[in-house]
């Protein structure tokens, strides 16, 4: 009975090794992207009822995916998509601290976490039907890093620490082993001799860099018009809520986009005006942007020393605490720059809105979402009060911009760009573009004209940047005095650029979708410094709310 036994399983046991071995032998066929013939695609999207949505291009004339990868063949060739599928329910929405958990409790080590989001890149990303092109480079020493984090036998910290955490990085802050375009194609040889300020704080808290996000080009200051998320180096970065359907927002574009597809465990963005917040709010994840000068803004191509400042973007408050905690720190090359002295994580809770005076706006009260998350946060304890959004135009935004970049610009190109980039203006990089539009500035190159053309003297710039100052404060300073306010709720970037000139910072936490499946958030905005009262009040949100759902296209 035994052998008959054993013979009945026989061909069981060798079809099972045979689909094993099958399996093990497809996983080492390289994933290989295919560039595609794009028309029939862009002749559809000439009929987007938004015209910046009406693409020129999808993928970029000038990277070739495959490099993205290519470095991880060996690595990945033993990563089965058996073992993805296992890590993904340790990985996939986790917070920091679940995953730092998952990983002290042996469950999960630094180095599948780290596969996991490269396979899954390279997954998404090699398929034109759904890849979402929020990736311009991966760090090909990650791996390797990730193994030394993994021998140390008690890696220091909490759960409420960076260590191990694979993170993406707006490809406009420095990073000294991969290159820095801005998405542009003037920087795409861009290897700076140092790291920006920010990375160097990240290595220190052992943070693993995995690699660079797109971004609008230039931080969305160069055409005028074109799409949010378009680099002539990353391509059309799409929004995976509504690929091709909805906005990214703009400019930290791919962080916003990697993060809401779990392409990384968190990304750090840049803001002037509405770059962290814009991106964050239409793929429902949790954007800082701080009071300029709590953290460095050394080392990244900047457009206005004024306004400029990079920010956390995450899929959780909590985890956008963790990241902020291992970004600040004083920088002596930084004019603005103060030393924190604030654990950020610490002391998170749901009660936090208990109490809380917060501004709602009369005229957003019609927007069902806003109201619904207004009504939350009285659930919670807030105290409501309405008031009327006085009209505050802020003249001469664009020229503070213009007459900020003509100057700081050049100063980054001689002093932080790599040896590689000879440029030294903005009108060099104009007249580089016109060579080959086409590939270069496919949808022109107006706003960098302006900057050009600008004749703003440094006299009147201070007197603008002082007047935009007072007006910004003005608008949030009236409600808040008023009505002793803890904090004014706005929506999505509405109010980006009141807070950026008024230099308060904001924070975006997502609030729900619109009917038709699209993001929205709820905005906070406090006086300057008070990003512990915000990160309290939006977790308080978050945890009452649970408005953060995956798209479900990428789940």
Known sequence: MKQILFLCLLPLTLLSCGVKKAEDTAV???????????????EEQASHEIERMRFKLINSKYLDKNDIWKPFEKDLAGFSARKYESL?????????????SAVKDGRLSYEDLTLFYIYRIRELESNNDIS????????????????ELDKRDNPPGSENSMYGMPVLIKDNINTANLATTGGAIALAENIPAKNAFIIDRLEEHNALILGKANLSEWAYYFCDGCPLGYSAVGGQTLNPYGRKQFETGGSSSGSGVAVAANYAVAAVGTETAGSILSPASKNSVVGLKPTVGLLSRSGIIPISETLDTPGPMTKYVIDNAILLNAL????????????????????????????????????LMQDSIYNKAVQTMKGGGAVIVE????????????????????????????TAAGEQVQFRSVDEIVAYNKEDSLLRAPYGQHLFEAIVADTTSAASLENISAQLRDKGRSFFDVPMQKHNLDAVASINNYH????????????????GFEASGEPKSITLIAKPFEEQKLLNMGYAFEQLSYARKPPKNYR
Request: glycine share 4%; no cysteine; aromatic share 6%.
């Open 328 to 363: 600040t720190g004083k920088d002596p090359k930084d004019a603005a720059s103060v030393a924190a002295d604030e654990d950020y994580a610490q002391g998170l809770s749901r009660d936090a809105l208990n109490g809380k005076r917060i501004g709602v706006m009369k005229s």
């Open 88 to 100: 993904k329910q340790l990985i996939f929405e986790r917070s920091i601290p679940e995953l730092q």
């Open 387 to 414: 008031f009327e959004a006085e009209e505050v135009p802020l003249d001469n935004f664009l020229t503070l911009l213009n007459a900020d970049m003509k100057k700081d610009l050049p100063a980054y190109l001689s």
């Open 132 to 147: 979402l092109n929020a990736v311009i480079a991966l760090n090909p020493h990650v791996v390797n890093q990730a193994r």
């Open 28 to 42: 080492k066929q390289p994933v290989v992207w295919q560039p595609i013939d794009e028309t029939a695609r862009l």
């Open 496 to 511: 980006a650029a009141h807070a950026a000139v008024a230099k308060y910072p904001a924070l975006a936490i997502p609030a």
